[in-house]
């Protein structure tokens, strides 16, 4: 085992008993928290160690980075997640690798997924972002529409062509009523799940909590956490 692989294999145990423990707490089975591994910023030999170590679900969150990425791992049985803040000139690219994409927060992003999915022949699954810091009819600072928008953008998304309405994403907030309240705006975001899937039985997947948060998204119910620095270790900067 190469010691790159015998890091990650660390890490994925740590991180796994965290989840394992967290579902424990919160009496819910194991397998009902899928783990998304967040591989932003490395290279695609670390997504094809993760692959052999048993990640299925990865994660990225800039186009330009993603997808060479994910043309040098098609021949890997993942299943890939955008989560970044997505412009409308970068979807058509998106489409073409991501399964996932988890930052739908307007309805001009809706119409482009739609026909960039039908374009390609490809079924798109959209987690509609929740921003728990955004006032009415605004964005989030890190993206998002406020509460009282999903309901209307849930609508665009069910009746778009190419488009699968999965359910809903949040970021904890950095600012508002929500700062530093990780378990509190992971409950308020269950909340507005549960009012979405009165309407939208299907839409029942809840992404939320990373490496510093988990167990609180976990107690709360989610179904999806995304873990990045965890399991990869501190990322390099940016240049």
Request: glycine content about 10%; proline content about 3%.
């Amino acid at each position: 085992m190469t010691d790159r692989k015998a890091q990650l294999a660390a890490n994925l145990a740590q991180v796994e008993e965290r989840i394992a423990s967290a579902c424990a707490a919160a009496g819910r089975k194991r397998e009902e928290v899928t783990l998304i591994v967040v591989t932003k910023t490395y290279p695609a030999s670390d997504v094809r160690i993760l692959h052999q170590l048993g990640v299925r679900h990865v994660a990225e969150n800039r186009d330009q980075d993603a997808a060479p990425k994910a043309t040098a791992c098609a021949d890997l049985s993942l299943t890939w997640h955008f989560v970044g803040q997505l412009q409308t000139n970068k979807v058509r690219s998106v489409t073409s690798y991501a399964d996932v994409v988890q930052s739908v927060d307007r309805a001009k992003l809706v119409a482009a997924l739609s026909a960039a999915a039908v374009r390609g022949e490809r079924e798109l699954g959209c987690l509609i972002q929740v921003a728990l810091d955004a006032e009415s009819g605004e964005r989030g600072e890190r993206g998002g529409v406020a509460p009282d928008g999903v309901e209307g953008l849930a609508a665009a998304i069910d009746s778009a062509p190419g488009l699968r309405l999965d359910g809903l994403m949040t970021v904890a907030p950095l600012a508002g009523e929500y700062a530093g309240r990780q378990r509190a705006a992971f409950d308020r975001l269950m909340e507005i799940s549960s009012r979405l899937r009165a309407g939208h039985p299907a839409a029942n997947m809840v992404s939320a909590g990373m490496s510093g948060d988990l167990e609180d998204a976990v107690a709360a119910g989610a179904t999806h956490v995304r873990v990045g620095t965890a399991v990869l270790g501190v990322r390099p900067r940016l240049g």
